[in-house]
């Protein structure tokens, strides 16, 4: 063996996350949650018992709870507050977009609240910034499931079985979620450093439920047929419903193009909180 290969050094940088490509990211994040996995199914039952262990229903509000928003708009639709489409019931065109609505959005919130709340476990251990986002997400995914059931329950009621070509929505749930976890991430690690973030990102919100096709229609008008082009929560919303009910995409390109965005907004984010979670420390 040369000397000058007995003399080498190997240098470790605090930037060498940054060189990583895209496919090496994912491996290693996906290989710190496989890691991680009994910590964070612990993390997320305790999480799970604690938010309610103190009241007298227990356990049975997680299961009221996700419903509330639902049953609330549900009411006000059957009063006939909001305007809706004359081809599918007020109820079913508000419940199936109020889940989808929260779905995305509660991704995005619980996973900019999750890196503050658990700062003190990220800064004394071992613990990944991406098990924090995982138990976030799976909170979610169980609300999601409640009212996803709630949901089915309305739809038989009113509109009976689906038509078979509603199997569609299943694949569009994908870069819809791709979608909200990519910018949940990018908005969880910027909050860290400029905690104006999570103020502004609630504000858009407010104002972005009622723009999103969520509880009814928007006016038909050229101007804002091309603002909800630009806006990826009425894209999907009304893609995946209009799947569910008629069985059809009312833009199939438009769709195709905001899952390729998808795509590239996850991967920046994967990219960003694998990057940035060894500098995170310093603003915890």
């Known amino acids: 063996m040369s000397d000058d290969h007995e003399n080498s050094l190997t240098v470790y940088r605090s930037d060498t996350r940054l060189h990583d490509a895209p496919f090496g990211v994912l491996r290693a994040m996906a290989g710190e ?11 997320y039952r305790n999480d799970f018992k604690s938010r309610f262990n103190q009241t007298a229903l227990g356990a049975i ?10 049953s609330a708009y549900a009411l006000l639709a059957y009063i006939a507050v909001f305007p809706t489409r004359d081809d599918m019931p007020a109820l079913v065109y508000i419940s199936i977009g109020i889940t989808l609505w929260m779905l995305m959005v509660e991704m995005i919130n619980r996973q900019i609240a999750a890196v503050q709340s658990n700062a003190a476990i990220l800064n004394r251990t071992k613990y990944p910034l991406t098990g924090v986002l995982a138990a976030a997400f799976a909170q979610s995914t169980f609300e999601t499931l409640v009212r996803i059931v709630a949901v089915a329950v309305i739809f038989a ?4 079985a689906p038509p078979w070509r509603a199997i569609i929505a299943l694949p569009m749930f994908v870069p819809m979620m791709l979608f909200a976890v990519g910018v949940g991430m990018i908005l969880a690690v910027t909050n860290a450093v400029y905690r104006d973030v999570e103020n502004i990102a609630g504000i858009i919100f407010r104002y972005g439920f009622f723009l ?3 509880i009814f229609p928007l006016p038909a008008h050229p101007a804002i047929e091309r603002f909800l082009w630009f806006n990826p929560f009425a894209v999907f919303i009304e893609a995946i419903r209009s799947a569910l009910v008629f069985g059809d995409l009312p833009d199939p390109i438009l769709v195709g193009a905001w899952s390729f965005v998808s795509i590239l907004v996850f991967l920046v984010g994967c990219k960003l909180v694998y990057t940035m979670e060894p500098r995170l420390k310093g603003f915890l």
Not at 61 to 70: A, N, R, T
Not at 157 to 160: A, F, I, K, N
């Open 61 to 70: 509000w997680q299961f009221v709870e996700p419903l509330l928003p639902i």
């Open 157 to 160: 009621l009113m509109v009976g």
């Open 212 to 214: 999103s096709l969520t």
């Open 33 to 43: 949650l496989w890691r991680h996995r009994w910590h964070i199914s612990t993390k």
